[in-house]
Nanobody
Framework: QVQLVASGGGLVQAGGSLRLSCAAS????????MGWYRQAPGKQREMVAI???????NYADYVKGRFTISRENAKDTVHLQMNSLSPEDTAVYYC???????????????WGRGARVTVSS
């Protein structure tokens, strides 16, 4: 099993920045990809950004140019640097990881508990 522990959420004013981190621990072969989703009040969970072990990234259009995802493979950790935040970014941000048990395993998605981000206007 894998545990995903997120940190770095909080309250920030519009235009400010926050950095989220998520560390994976437990027994697994590899994690690929890792990433972040978010869920705003009354809305469905949506993808924010994902990153592969080789560093390939994919961003939602609404965060391109403002958010940067990165990862430290040796620490099984993923980061999300969020700049130019707006109230529309207010949501609970969930770390996710596709956990593989071996080369043969396509992986199983696991979720962290979430980090709340609140952006005030």
């Amino acid at each position: 099993q894998v545990q995903l522990v997120a940190s770095g959420g909080g309250l920030v004013q519009a235009g400010g920045s926050l950095r989220l981190s998520c560390a994976a621990s437990g027994s697994f072969f590899s994690i690929d990809p890792m990433g972040w989703y978010r869920q705003a009040p009354g809305k469905q969970r949506e993808m924010v950004a994902i990153i592969s072990r080789t560093g390939s990234t994919n961003y939602a259009d609404y965060v391109k140019g403002r958010f940067t995802i990165s990862r430290e493979n040796a620490k099984d950790t993923v980061h999300l640097q969020m700049n130019s935040l707006s109230p529309e970014d207010t949501a609970v941000y969930y770390c996710y990881a596709n956990v593989r048990r071996g080369d043969w395993d396509p992986g199983t998605m696991s979720w962290g508990r979430g980090a709340r981000v609140t952006v005030s206007s």
